[in-house]
Nanobody, 125 residues
Framework: QVQVMESGGGSVQAGGSLRLSCAAS????????IAWFRQAPGAEREALGS????????YYAASVKGRFYLSQDNTKNTVYLQMNYLSPEDTAVYYC??????????????????WGQGTQVTVSS
């Protein structure tokens, strides 16, 4: 089993930045991907990006490419989501998810077995 926990959410003004952290614990030796998703009220869960653990390949959703960046610290089993130029439309609960399986669809929620509880990000205008 793998556990993931998000941190770093909060409130920020439009145009600002936030960095979210996703820390994995448990059987992390076999992790393959960690991804970030978000869900706004009344909306479907939206993929943001995914990183291949150990091989560093990153995948981004078109909607955030160029504004959001993923990085990983393998020594801490942590993946970071750097979010820049935030707007009120970025307000949502942000979730990280992990899988120990290889997947051809690293941005699809169904690829992930292990989910965090989410962290709220609120962007004010």
């Amino acid at each position: 089993q793998v556990q993931v926990m998000e941190s770093g959410g909060g409130s920020v003004q439009a145009g600002g930045s936030l960095r979210l952290s996703c820390a994995a614990s448990g059987n992390t030796y076999n992790l393959k991907f960690i991804a970030w998703f978000r869900q706004a009220p009344g909306a479907e869960r939206e993929a943001l990006g995914s990183v291949g653990i150990g091989f560093g390949t990153t995948y981004y959703a078109a909607s955030v490419k160029g504004r959001f960046y993923l990085s990983q610290d393998n020594t801490k089993n942590t993946v970071y989501l750097q979010m820049n130029y935030l707007s009120p439309e970025d307000t949502a609960v942000y979730y990280c998810a992990a899988t120990t399986d290889f997947t051809p669809s690293p941005l699809h929620p169904s690829a992930y077995k292990f989910w965090g509880q989410g962290t709220q990000v609120t962007v004010s205008s």
